[in-house]
């Protein structure tokens, strides 16, 4: 079967990092995406990992590792404007639609 | 560029009737994707087009949900009849269809916000 956890809540302030973290077992492994979700707004495209590893992005770097079925989203110089829910998708092998996670509701507070 | 359009944004129906939904996913796009996501939850898969053949529709309650595209653009997604748990938000997606739709970005539309009194 397809499952990808990660939390339900984090609350982090104004300027720090927050990072959001993802486990997921899927039937074979392509990739790992990350998607930002404003409330009642349309999932928008943040990040894909393939290989392990750091990618960079801005104030925002995505992170997979593989072998421990594991990804994280780090967020630098937290904004109001990030308050969102982060949702996590992997992408199983072959043509296999992605399976995407509950989502992380991120509050960002002053 | 043009971004992936869907409309109604928002209807609101009684359990038993008929809605249908329209999505026009972005010029050249081969793939399009409906999902349903429910308040709390990441998006659901629903119905997966490879222009106008499916290529997944394996979680489609195929007894009340249909999904047409007939000439490999635009899709209708219906809901006939519908229940009080069909309240959602149906989100049409689409991507470039020329690499494993998996390993390709999505780009969703502005979503449908169904409620079913």
């Known amino acids: 079967g397809q499952n990808i956890d990660q939390p339900t809540e984090m609350t982090a302030t104004e300027g720090a990092i927050v990072q959001i973290n993802c486990t997921y077992q899927t039937s074979g492994f392509n990739g790992l995406f990350w998607y930002q979700q404003h409330a009642g707004e349309a999932p928008t495209f943040l990040s894909y990992?393939?290989?392990?590893g750091l990618e960079e992005k801005g104030r925002f770097s995505s992170f997979l590792s593989r072998s421990k079925g594991y990804s994280y989203l780090l967020l630098k110089e937290l904004q109001m404007k990030d308050s969102a829910s982060y949702l996590c998708a992997a992408s199983p092998s072959g043509n296999t639609p992605l399976v995407f996670g509950k989502g992380t509701r991120l509050s960002v507070i002053a | 560029e043009a971004g992936v359009a869907q409309s109604p944004r928002y209807k609101i129906i009684e359990k038993r009737q008929s809605v249908a939904f329209w999505c026009n996913p972005i010029?050249?796009?081969?793939?399009l994707y409906w999902y349903q996501q429910i308040l709390g939850q990441g998006p659901k898969l629903l119905i997966q087009f490879q222009n106008n053949g499916v290529v997944d529709d394996s979680q489609l309650p195929k007894d009340r949900f249909s999904a047409e595209r007939l000439k490999g653009v635009d899709s209708t997604l219906k809901i006939q009849p519908a229940k009080l748990e069909d309240s959602a938000v149906y989100l049409c997606a689409s991507s470039l269809g020329t690499d494993w739709a998996g390993q390709e970005t999505q780009y969703f539309g502005p979503g449908t916000r169904l409620l079913v009194l």
């Open positions: 010029s050249g796009h081969a793939t």
């Open positions: 990992n393939v290989l392990d």
